[in-house]
């Protein structure tokens, strides 16, 4: 048994539990930065620890292509090269190769892509990718998926899941180490008919946890969420649940609400570089002029370290001086944020106030409007090449 | 009295004091690490003052600009500012009107310059530079100084050396403070007459600390020692020599064989971030294909927290992907490389066994090639908008 779950909200399905990984208890709800290339970014391990973050996520298809899964294995495997003791779960990378890498052809046997990097062609099986992870020895794997982009019509969609479900299948025959632990991928896009459908499939096969893919990629919030409920529903409550790719704080508390265990997301650390603060109202951006004299820190009574060093007009200052040490200072901010809040979610779980505790916070959260997050997201699909 | 003299070598001009600031004693010979804009680039204070750091640089030109000295003394001062409470040397930024700035016009009066922010028109005068040094409020202060080009003619040098003692004697006299040491800069460029000249004329006024400028710009290294040489030998013993914008490790071993007692330079911390590693040998480029699958540190008997905790792989791999935290570790390493050398330089001049240990250190390391080194330097003038 690798998950416990420990209570239940009364009100919702929000739930405390633990995972039980080689490499130390997961409390959950939790949420993973991302370290795609084996590096959260800007930070060193000792100050992701110091941010009470007890796993982290990096990415198969990125450490694939760069240093090569052999050299990782060669130097003793992930956690010994990226010098984390604690859990690390990868991303099979379906959806990089989906996204990042140039497509090439996609077939029941595997896909075939050529890199981001450097336009290498690359020849992918689901049986591969369970090799890899299995080489670069992270506590919780996952299954190659073939992901769909959000406005796919019906047809594609369904195609792409019954290719996913293959998959699974085949990730799991081939999976020979005892210690990680293999979730699966539901598929099924926007729509309720084939969530359900995928969740009922990946289920029977009976994986170590199910993650919920192919959601936040442009689609709007209350579809978001409609998805999650409908892919929930068909999941067994004794299976950790993790939604891919999400997020933002308001994102993650109503995730929570719908009984996902497992976040991870680019956007804290994302964002922070961008100079966006996350703050008790919401998101709010360093380079305004109105930081530029406050002697205050951003958030005044915020106990991270940048908040406890540093006045907002110093980090006003880097930010208009492309300093890198802001970029660091505003990625411990956001992940301390963050980190602070999956622990008032886990105590108002278990005091049995979860409910007042999200309505309080979600009044006095202002989420940044959702136009101009798709956008960026979109901008950001188009420009990134910084391997998150 | 704030430079005590400790112990001279016996074979050479080395020697070991302390200088006595408000913010803590700097036993010297030292290297200051630049934070131009109030921040050493990527690193906190902590890790600063981790590395044994006694004292950094910041400039009064660049601050000036941004974020303006009324800020930053509204904030309380620069050593507040920055949440460093150890000593600060602010430079005046002589050196970077004459170079970064556009140069509009320099009269007797003071000179106008345009911003290379955003080409604002500014004119700066002596007396205002130590009113903005005054405002920062570092342990050790510069005079405005006139810098020329390297190659500049005997009489264009001359007239800035003649303007430049003008302007020092006016920044004494405008000297508010008492907690501030208030040290000249010695013009002169490549001219032993000149040198000597400007020597003997700044000591006759009596500052706290002499600074040889002008040097390091782009003239071969046996005409920078040259000239070192040729000043130090009118300076007086009893006060601080500071040699500005050196430098390498074996500029700074020289440089203390010659009677130094100061140095500066953004060297060690600018190559740093394209890769470039101090090692015992030399400088070595982790991007070199030999690094890609070594397990051991870069320097595998260096203690410094990069090569305690992460094999070359790792960091040939995170420069590979443009991760920031590459340019932290790079940093960490450089600086702690330095910081150690300062160390062994000062235990070396205390057992009498200083020649031994210039002689070993430089047989050892091969220093980068002159040719390489100038054309390197002439491009990062050209490119540079970092702020250093």
Redesign the interface.
Known sequence: MDFKLIQICPDSKARTGELVTPHGMVPTPVFLPVGS???V?????EEVKALDIAMVLANTY?LYL??GIA?IE???GLHK???WDRAILTDSGGYQIFSLASLRRVSDEGVLFRSHIDGSEHFITPELIIQFQESLGADIIMVLDECPAYDDSFEKVQTAMARTHQWAERCQKSQKRGDQALYAIIQGGVFPQLRRQSAEYLTSLGFSGYAIGGLSLGEPKRVTLAMVEQTVAFLPPDKPRYLMGVGSPEDIIEGVARGIDIFDSALPTRVARNGAFFTPLGRVNIGNAAY??M?QPVVPDCDC?TCR???A??L???F??????A???ATIHNLSFISDLMRQIKSAILNGTFSAFKDNFLANYKPTDEQIRLEQKQKWFKSRN??E
């Open positions: 290339q084996g590096a970014k800007t930070l060193t391990p990125h760069r240093p050299v060669g130097m003793g090269f990226m010098a530029s004299q002697e370290y060093n540093f006045s007009a110093y006003h200052h880097l208009s001086g492309d300093e890198l040490l970029y660091r200072l910084r391997g």
